[in-house]
């Protein structure tokens, strides 16, 4: 059974940092595609980051030059870097496999439990 836990979320200031953690188990993670989403009060999740087994990634226009997904698959864990933090960034952040029938993002993947980033002053 996979499972996806993520950390590392918490409040920051504007500007700030932040880097989020994703360690996975069950199952052969280097095989897989591996992704941040969020999801904002009152808004649709979306995705913010993605990489592949190759480490080859894709960022939202709204994040790009800020934030940095990586991998260890030694350690089976993924992380979000994120830096210049805005107010607009603040949500709920979830870590996302895919898998051989569901593709990244499908309610039917696998998903953490989500961690919580707050960005004010």
């Known amino acids: 059974q996979v499972q996806l836990v993520e950390s590392g979320g918490g409040l920051v200031q504007p500007g700030g940092s932040l880097r989020l953690s994703c360690a996975a188990s069950?199952?052969?993670?280097?095989?897989?595609?591996m992704g941040w989403y969020r999801q904002a009060p009152g808004k649709q999740r979306e995705l913010v980051a993605a990489i592949n087994s190759g480490g080859s990634t894709d960022y939202a226009d709204a994040v790009k030059g800020r934030f940095t997904i990586s991998r260890d698959n030694a350690k089976n864990e993924v992380y979000l870097q994120m830096n210049s933090l805005k107010p607009e960034d603040t949500a709920v952040y979830y870590c996302?496999?895919?898998?051989?029938?569901?593709?990244?993002?499908?309610?039917?993947?696998?998903w953490g439990q989500g961690t919580q980033v707050t960005v004010s002053s």
């Open positions: 069950g199952s052969i993670f280097s095989a897989y595609i």
């Open positions: 996302n496999r895919d898998s051989a029938d569901y593709e990244l993002g499908s309610p039917y993947s696998y």
